[in-house]
C-alpha cells in the first residue's frame, strides 16, 4: 500500500515563501510521476503542479512555483515563492502510476492512484 504524507504547511504572509515535502512510501517511487493539487473549501481541486521526466505547471503558479523530486529520499517538493492570499488552500500531493491510462495527463484527477491527506498554507494579507 502506497502512503503520502505531505508536510510544510504553515501561516505565511503575502510575498513570502514555503517548500512542502510529500514523502512516499511502500512503492517504487522513481516509477511514479508526482504532482501537487490544491483545495478550498466549497472549491474543486486545482492542479498545481507536476513531475515525471519534466515538469508542468498550472499558469497562475508558473515562474513563482517549483516542483522537484529526490527519488532517493522517496519524496516530491513543491517550493513556492511570492505567495498571495488567495493561494491559501489544502496542499495535496498524488501520485501516478501510469498504468490506467499509460499516459500522463497532470490535470486529471481521476488518473491519480494515491493521494495524501494534505497540508495547509495560509497566506496572509
Known amino acids: 500500500q502506497v502512503q503520502l504524507v505531505e508536510s510544510g504547511g504553515q501561516l505565511v504572509q503575502a510575498g513570502g515563501s514555503l517548500r512542502l515535502s510529500c514523502a512516499a512510501s511502500?512503492?517504487?517511487?522513481?516509477?511514479?510521476?508526482m504532482s501537487w493539487f490544491r483545495q478550498n473549501p466549497g472549491k474543486e481541486r486545482e492542479f498545481v503542479a507536476a513531475?515525471?521526466?519534466?515538469?508542468s505547471y498550472s499558469d497562475s503558479v508558473k515562474c513563482r512555483f517549483t516542483i522537484s523530486r529526490d527519488n532517493a529520499k522517496n519524496t516530491v517538493y513543491l517550493q513556492m515563492n511570492s505567495l498571495k492570499p488567495d493561494e491559501t488552500a489544502v496542499y495535496y500531493c498524488?501520485?501516478?502510476?501510469?498504468?490506467?491510462?499509460?499516459?500522463?495527463?497532470?490535470?486529471?484527477?481521476?488518473?491519480?492512484?494515491?493521494w495524501g491527506q494534505g497540508t495547509q498554507v495560509t497566506v496572509s494579507s
Open positions: 498524488a501520485a501516478n502510476d501510469l498504468r490506467n491510462p499509460p499516459i500522463f495527463r497532470p490535470e486529471v484527477i481521476s488518473d491519480y492512484d494515491y
Open positions: 513531475i515525471r521526466k519534466i515538469t
Open positions: 511502500g512503492c517504487t517511487f522513481s516509477i511514479y510521476a
